[in-house]
T-cell receptor
Framework: QKEVEQDPGPLSVPEGAIVSLNCTYSNSAFQYFMWYRQYSRKGPELLMYTYSSGNKEDGRFTAQVDKSSKYISLFIRDSQPSDSATYLC??????????FGTGTSLTVIP | GAVVSQHPSWVICKSGTSVKIECRSL??????MFWYRQFPKQSLMLMATSNEGSKATYEQGVEKDKFLINHASLTLSTLTVTSAHPEDSSFYIC????????FGPGTRLTVL
């Protein structure tokens, strides 16, 4: 079983829509949950970082962790064409080894 | 924020040659750097963990004699793909552990 599962999409939404991206993970010991954004031909950049359960909000982005169901989500409000990218979830326990999802490709149509 | 650079950003080489990719942390010291490989439409796959001053730790299935890693200083790690073959063509990304993990921009390797 993979450590992290992520629906690869692709996901296509109109500008202004709310986007929901999700991952599930298998090991309840994981404590740190990240979302990365990767534009085409570029390295990933950290978008959101949460520890344990709960929500974290940063502008139009909200990261949510539900440890009871081992489910993590990233919500994007008022999506913009510039949000078009691949979004990868990642988990770690120690901060030294990261497990990545396969990434979800998002296209926001103007 | 912290910056990690990679050089070269794109390299094309003939089959059988060796290619060296550099990963530098520009404004912080990183005792640990990571090397990833990403095939099209797939996620990042950790290849190895590089620790300054010691041997790298390779993930299962990654040939240590083919992918040579040298972490000679706190700001530089190198990945050498020896005797590259077309199936080694991929996007290679490094990251450096600072307060968080910072990723390099990636190196696209094409082996003809």
């Amino acid at each position: 079983q993979k450590e992290v599962e992520q629906d690869p999409g692709p996901l296509s939404v109109p500008e202004g829509a709310i986007v929901s991206l999700n991952c599930t993970y298998s090991n309840s010991a994981f404590q740190y949950f990240m979302w990365y954004r990767q534009y085409s031909r570029k390295g990933p950049e950290l978008l959101m970082y949460t520890y344990s359960s709960g929500n974290k909000e940063d502008g139009r982005f909200t990261a949510q962790v539900d440890k009871s169901s081992k489910y993590i989500s990233l919500f994007i409000r008022d999506s913009q064409p510039s949000d078009s990218a691949t979004y990868l979830c990642a988990i770690t326990n120690t901060g030294n080894q990261f497990y990545f999802g396969t990434g979800t490709s998002l296209t926001v149509i103007p | 924020g912290a910056v990690v650079s990679q050089h070269p950003s794109w390299v094309i080489c003939k089959s059988g040659t060796s290619v060296k990719i550099e990963c530098r942390s520009l404004d912080f010291q990183a005792t640990t750097m990571f090397w990833y490989r990403q095939f099209p439409k797939q996620s990042l796959m950790l290849m190895a963990t590089s620790n300054e001053g010691s041997k790298a730790t390779y993930e299962q299935g990654v040939e240590k004699d083919k992918f040579l890693i040298n972490h000679a200083s706190l700001t530089l790690s190198t990945l050498t793909v020896t005797s590259a073959h077309p199936e080694d063509s991929s996007f290679y990304i490094c990251s450096a552990q600072g307060n968080e993990q910072f990723f390099g921009p990636g190196t696209r390797l094409t082996v003809l």
